[in-house]
């Protein structure tokens, strides 16, 4: 866990984009939020290992996601039922059950569908609220923390040596 | 998105594709297939406890799962599931079974089994695990409707003599205090009537008085007159007694009737209380409770679930399988819909199925066809024949039915013979209060079922000829039962089938004319008890009546006598005022006149 925040941080003090760290996010809320064994999870892992993206920030974002999920299942059953019942999408429905894609998708089950869309929804807002918060970190905290006495004393120790190994 | 790095002073712009990932998801990939591949049966045998269970509504267990990729095939052994209104048992078991699985149609989703072979199908079993967890707890409604639960809840007893004299409430004290009160106030009535009686003297002295007036020697036309007066206020005199008589012959009548009446209930009372207590040592139906259903009631259930597998264990798991809301939802699992289309094939589809169900060692094939939760996509019913002649067990028995499931519910029918089928050392009641077994018989059933719209409603005769039982009670009332039970030589059962298909077991009635049969024997047991005691009652409430009857009966006669007299005065006095004047002055006038006196 040590060596994860520790990577975290290197990630954060790094010069790599705020962006591939906000996709890194995004990527690891999408599979987090939706059930894990589905095949749209394998295309997220591979665009997340395919692409530079961070996979310290996609690993920490998974957890964080997976604790929110658990929270969030009987509102994105609700939401999952609510799409798949809308009327107007019955034909497609139909249409996509009837493939071999479809329903290897697992589309028509609910928490998989709520939790998909949900997180499509929001990935937007999830990729610049991490962007800011990374800009922000660099130009303001970091500086500041580096001037805590807290943050000086934990650079007597072992996290900190962690941290400059991975660095170094 | 391209990152810059520095690094000892030369930019160097990164490609965005890290191509070692492509390398490291294709590990995980196969590290997920190869885990797949190894423990697939594994898999396979969580995923299907898990699915079955869901659809049983209560654990079920796999003891072992086998697959093969070419034909692409299952099968499972040692597969039970718990009795969701009975965890201690398994609603079903079977040994194994065997499902040939289009591999075709599994890519698209479908699971169409070409043939499925299900061996040693075994029903109502205790389990040897321990009691199996319940996901959904049936509804105190759904759990059987037993007529009664144990030989313990027999209310019934035989009663004592004094519990119902008690409960009786002889009528002989109150019917010999009513006569009394009646009659006293008959005998008040006679003694006034009485004294208001013209006596013996009276009409002597009326006697006399005609004779004075009609006798003796005539003055002239003016004594004729004044006697002729005379004569006439003494008859008016006369006949205000005559009527006092009629009045009072008329009150004896009334006396007479109403003395004779209330003699009569006083006899009659004694034996009217014996007969009461009597009636009250005949058990009826309901003081039984239900016999036929307390001795043959679990093994009429178990009967019922073999030949009810259809619908006990199949429909119900079809239709819950059909329809996510019979399925309690697990946190987080989810629901998933169907889109299917209206002419698309079903989704699950069991074109063939052999069924080996094991009854009392004996096997009995069932052939399935078209087993499926999507008949209207199927346009056919799932149907199932059974036919097994000559066996160890019977001469012949045939099965066969159909069931469908419609947007309106479990639409199914089904109807069964069996013939001949030979009852031995069939144990029927082990409890402490009766032991009773089925030493031998000779079993006939038949009966029809049918289902509209999940109601189940069926009715079916059982008869049991050659009847030899073996019956041994540990109390007064199950003594007599057993008593009764050993006399049994044939017993008719009428069976009706009700309820729910979806609830997890059936209502069964059972009806014959046992319980009417127990309630005689049970009736004549007692009164022979109670033979002694009733005598005891007898003769004292005799005494009592006797006691009573001596100066009633006296009563009467001297109303009876008095009557008697009372007419007689009655004559008398109709004579006296018979009596004319005019005639005797007639005759004293002559003789003056023409000289003959």
């Known amino acids: 866990m040590l060596t994860l925040l520790a990577k975290l941080f290197k990630a954060l003090n790094s010069e790599t984009s705020p962006w591939a760290l906000a996709m890194a996010m995004v990527l690891g809320m999408f599979l987090g939020l939706t059930p894990l064994w589905r095949v749209h999870n394998l295309v997220i892992l591979l665009g997340a290992l395919i692409f530079r993206v961070n996979l310290t920030l996609f690993l920490l974002s998974f957890g964080l996601f997976s604790g929110i999920a658990y929270l969030l299942d009987p509102m994105f059953h ?91 | 998105m391209a990152t810059v790095h520095g690094f000892t002073g030369v930019v160097m712009k990164r490609s965005v594709i890290r191509w070692p ?59 039970q599931a718990t009795d969701a209104a009975k965890p201690t048992h398994n609603q079903v078991q079977l040994e194994s079974f065997s499902a040939d699985i289009s591999a075709a149609e599994l890519l698209l989703g479908r699971i169409h089994i070409e043939q499925l072979d299900v061996l040693g199908v075994r029903v109502d079993q205790p389990r040897e695990q321990g009691e199996g967890e319940v996901y959904v707890t049936p509804s105190k409604d759904d759990v059987k409707n037993w007529a009664s639960a144990n030989w313990e809840q027999l209310k019934v007893s035989l009663p004592s003599t004094d519990e119902i004299v008690q409960q009786v409430g002889l009528q002989t004290d109150q019917v010999l205090a009513d006569a009394e009160q009646k009659i006293e106030q008959q005998r008040t009535q006679f003694n006034d009537a009485k004294a208001a009686l013209p006596d013996k003297e009276k009409i002597a002295a009326y006697q006399q008085q005609i004779k004075e007036i009609t006798e003796g020697d005539v003055e002239g036309l003016g004594d004729v007159a004044a006697r002729k007066k005379k004569l006439d206020q003494l008859k008016d005199a006369i006949r205000e007694d005559k009527a006092a008589i009629e009045r009072f012959r008329a009150q004896l009548s009334e006396s007479a009737e109403i003395v004779k009446t209330q003699i009569a209930r006083v006899k009659d ?42 619908y006990e264990q199949l429909a119900p798991m079809l239709a819950r399988s059909a329809n996510s809301q019979t399925v309690e939802k697990a946190r987080g699992a989810g629901e998933s819909l169907s889109f299917v289309e209206a002419d698309a094939p079903p989704e699950f589809w069991i074109k063939n199925a052999r069924t080996e169900v094991l009854i009392a060692g004996t096997a009995v094939n069932i052939d399935w066809q078209n087993i499926t939760h999507q008949h209207n996509l199927l346009g056919q019913p799932t149907t199932y024949q059974a036919r097994v002649d000559n066996s160890d067990l019977w001469n012949a028995f045939n099965l066969d039915g159909e069931l469908s499931l419609l947007e309106s519910g479990i639409d199914a029918k089904q109807q069964w013979q069996l013939k001949g089928a030979n009852l031995k050392s069939l144990g029927l009641s082990e409890s ?55 006399q049994l030589n044939r017993l008719d059962i009428n069976t009706e089938i009700a309820g729910d298909i979806l609830s997890p077991s059936l209502s069964l009635n059972l009806n014959s004319d046992l319980d009417q049969q127990l309630g005689k024997l049970l009736g004549d047991t007692a009164m ?40 007689d005065f009655n004559q008398q006095l109709e004579e006296l005022l018979k009596s004319k004047i005019e005639d005797n002055l007639k005759d004293k006038l002559k003789d003056r006149l023409f000289g003959n006196s």
């Not at chain 2, 590290?31 to 898990?50: G, N, R």
């Not at chain 2, 077994?437 to 109601?455: E, H, K, M, P, Y």
């Not at chain 2, 009876?560 to 007419?567: D, E, Y």
């Open chain 2, 528 to 567: 022979a008890e109670a033979q002694g005691k009733l005598n005891e009652i007898r003769a004292d409430l005799t005494a009592k009546v006797e006691q009573q009857l001596g100066p009633n009966t006296e009563l009467l006669q001297n109303i009876t006598q008095l009557n008697s007299q009372a007419g």
């Open chain 2, 21 to 79: 990932g492509l390398a490291v998801f294709g590990g995980i990939v196969a590290l997920i297939v190869i885990v797949s591949w190894l423990f697939l049966d594994a898999i396979l045998k969580v995923s299907m406890e898990y699915g079955l269970g869901r659809v049983n509504g209560a654990e079920v267990n796999i003891a072992r799962v086998e697959h093969e990729w070419s034909p692409l095939t299952l099968r499972a052994y040692g597969v």
């Open chain 2, 269 to 310: 009372a004694p034996g009217n209380d014996i007969d009461r207590i009597q009636n009250f040592f005949q058990l009826n139906e309901t003081g039984l409770q239900n016999v036929t259903g307390l001795l043959l009631g679990d093994r009429a259930r178990q009967w019922s679930e073999y030949l009810l597998l259809a």
């Open chain 1, 78 to 168: 609700d939401f999952g039922l609510a799409i798949l019942q809308a009327s107007s999408w019955q034909g497609i429905y139909e249409a996509a059950y009837a493939t071999a894609v479809g329903r290897v998708s697992q589309f028509y089950h609910t928490i998989t569908m709520g939790s998909f869309v949900f997180s499509l929804l929001i990935s937007p807002v999830v990729a610049v609220v991490t962007y800011f918060v990374v800009n922000n970190y660099r130009k303001r905290i970091q500086k500041a923390l580096l001037k805590l006495k807290v943050v000086q004393m934990l650079r007597g120790s072992r996290f900190w040596q962690l941290y400059t190994d991975l660095r170094g």
């Open chain 2, 432 to 486: 402490d209060e009766l032991t009773a077994s089925i030493a031998s018989a000779l079993l006939d059933s038949d009966g029809t079922v049918l289902v509209r719209g999940n109601q189940l409603d069926g009715e079916a005769i059982i008869r049991m000829l050659d009847l030899e039982m073996l019956a041994q009670g540990s109390s007064k009332i199950t003594n007599a039962i057993a008593a009764a039970l050993k």
